[in-house]
C-alpha cells in the first residue's frame, strides 16, 4: 500500500537567514546574560570600578604625606586614608602584566606596632553593595611576606566609625613580589540600616599588629565591581578622577585676584577660583567658587604664603604685602566667602590690590 503525505513549502531562502551562527563559549555567555549589566561585566564596558582614585593618581595634599599619629583621618591620596603613621607616598613601576601605573607606598614608623591598615570609603555604598556579589582586585607587594592581610568590606557611618559592621571579608597571605588578587564576595544585606550606616569601607587590615618601624607595602589598581566577575582594571582620565575626588576635598590659591576699593569687582579666575566680589576699605570680602560642587558644605582652611601670619592672607599694596586682619568664613557647597572683620591698614581710593593665600576645603565622609 502507498501512503502520501502532504509537506508545506519551504521557502529555501528564507530558512537560510534563520541558520544559527556560531557564536563560540563567549557569545553564548553573551546571550546568556539575563542584564545590561550582565553583558557589560562580559565585554568590560561601562563604567564599572566603585573605588575612586583606584589607580593613585591623584595627591592634592601632596604626593608624599607624613602622619605623626594613628588616626582613621590621616588622608594621603585623594579618597584614602592610612590608620598608622608613617609616610605615604606616590611611586611609578611596571606590574608584571605590563601596566605602567601610579602606585600608593607605605612606610610604617614612629610606633611600637605597626601593620598595613588603609581605608577608602564609598558614599551610600550600603545600598550598592548590601546583599550582592562584589568583587575586589588589586595588585599588592610587601616585604613582610607571609603576613595575613584581612580584605574588608563594610557599612559604617564614616570616617568617625561610631557605627559599623561588616558585610565581607576574606584573608590573604602577602608576597614580596607584586601580586594580583582577585576576590568575589557574597555580602550580608545590611540595608535595614541604612540611615545608620550608609556609606561602604574598604579596609586592608593586617592581622599582624607586630610589623617593625620602616615595613613597607605597596598597592596599585584597585576596583571594585557589582557581580562575579573581575575584568580589567577601569582607566579613567585624570581631569575625571580629579574631579571626583574634588567632591570631597579641594585646594586653591588666590593667586592673581586683584580687588579695588570703592567699588565691585569681577576678578581674574585661574581656574580654580572664580571672584565675585569684594566689601568695601573697612571689611573686605572675596567669595571663592569650588572647582565642583562638594558633597556637603566643607571645613574651609586659610594657609598663609609669602611670609604672611599663619591663617591670614596677604594683600599687596603696590610696594609691600599687607596682612589682613581677623577673618570669617561662611562655607556653602558651592562657594564660600571671606571676611574681613576690621581692617589691618587703609586702602587708597580707587587703588587696585593683589590678594594672595592659600585655602583647603574639606568634605570627607
Given at each position: 500500500m502507498t501512503i502520501y503525505a502532504d509537506k508545506p513549502a519551504v521557502n529555501v531562502k528564507e530558512r537560510l537567514g534563520e541558520v544559527d551562527k556560531p557564536s563560540g563559549v563567549a557569545g553564548e555567555a553573551l546571550l546568556r546574560a539575563d542584564t545590561t549589566r550582565q553583558q557589560?561585566?562580559?565585554?568590560?564596558?561601562?563604567?564599572?570600578?566603585i573605588v575612586m582614585n583606584g589607580g593613585f593618581d591623584v595627591w592634592q595634599r601632596g604626593t608624599s604625606v607624613t602622619e605623626a599619629s594613628n588616626s582613621y583621618n590621616n588622608f594621603t591620596a585623594d579618597r584614602w586614608s592610612a590608620y598608622f603613621a608613617g609616610t605615604y607616598t606616590q611611586q611609578?613601576?611596571?606590574l608584571p602584566n605590563g601596566d605602567y601605573v601610579n602606585y600608593f607606598r607605605g612606610v610604617l614608623g614612629t610606633t611600637s606596632a605597626n601593620r598595613i591598615?588603609?581605608?577608602?570609603?564609598?558614599?551610600?555604598?550600603?545600598?550598592?553593595?548590601?546583599?550582592?556579589?562584589?568583587?575586589?582586585?588589586?595588585?599588592?607587594?610587601?616585604?613582610?611576606?607571609?603576613?595575613?592581610?584581612?580584605?574588608k568590606l563594610q557599612t559604617t557611618s564614616g570616617t568617625s566609625f561610631t557605627s559599623y559592621t561588616q558585610i565581607a571579608n576574606e584573608y590573604i597571605k602577602t608576597e614580596q613580589d607584586w601580586?594580583?588578587?582577585e576576590i568575589t564576595f557574597h555580602c550580608?544585606?545590611?540595608?535595614?540600616?541604612?540611615?545608620?550606616?550608609?556609606?561602604?569601607?574598604?579596609?586592608f587590615d593586617g592581622s599582624d599588629a607586630q610589623?617593625?618601624?620602616?615595613?613597607?607595602?605597596e598597592i596599585a589598581q584597585v576596583q571594585i565591581e557589582i557581580g562575579r566577575v573581575a575584568t580589567p582594571f577601569e582607566h579613567r582620565s585624570y581631569g575625571e578622577e580629579l574631579a571626583l575626588c574634588q567632591r570631597y576635598f579641594?585646594?586653591?590659591?588666590?593667586?592673581?585676584?586683584?580687588?579695588?576699593?570703592?567699588?565691585?569687582?569681577?576678578?581674574?579666575?585661574?581656574?580654580?577660583?572664580g571672584w565675585v566680589a569684594f566689601g568695601n576699605n573697612v571689611a573686605r570680602s572675596v567669595y571663592i567658587h569650588y572647582p565642583v560642587e562638594m558633597r556637603a558644605s566643607p571645613s574651609v582652611t586659610l594657609y598663609s604664603v609669602g611670609g604672611m601670619a599663619n591663617g591670614k592672607w596677604g594683600i599687596y599694596d603696590g610696594s609691600t604685602w599687607q596682612a589682613v586682619g581677623s577673618t570669617a568664613i561662611d562655607a556653602t557647597n558651592k562657594h564660600f566667602n571671606v571676611r574681613e572683620n576690621g581692617s589691618a591698614f587703609t586702602m587708597g581710593v580707587g587703588k587696585a590690590y593683589l590678594l594672595k593665600g592659600q585655602w583647603t576645603a574639606s568634605a570627607e565622609l
Open positions: 557589560q561585566e562580559l565585554l568590560g564596558i561601562g563604567r564599572r570600578n611609578q613601576t611596571t591598615n588603609i581605608n577608602h570609603f564609598i558614599e551610600n555604598g550600603n545600598s550598592i553593595m548590601s546583599g550582592k556579589y562584589v568583587t575586589v582586585s588589586f595588585w599588592l607587594a610587601c616585604d613582610r611576606p607571609g603576613s595575613e592581610v584581612n580584605v601580586k594580583k588578587y550580608f544585606n545590611d540595608l535595614g540600616n541604612n540611615s545608620a550606616r550608609p556609606h561602604g569601607l574598604l579596609e610589623w617593625p618601624n620602616g615595613s613597607t607595602f579641594c585646594t586653591g590659591f588666590p593667586l592673581g585676584a586683584t580687588i579695588t576699593n570703592g567699588q565691585s569687582v569681577t576678578g581674574t579666575n585661574d581656574g580654580v577660583n
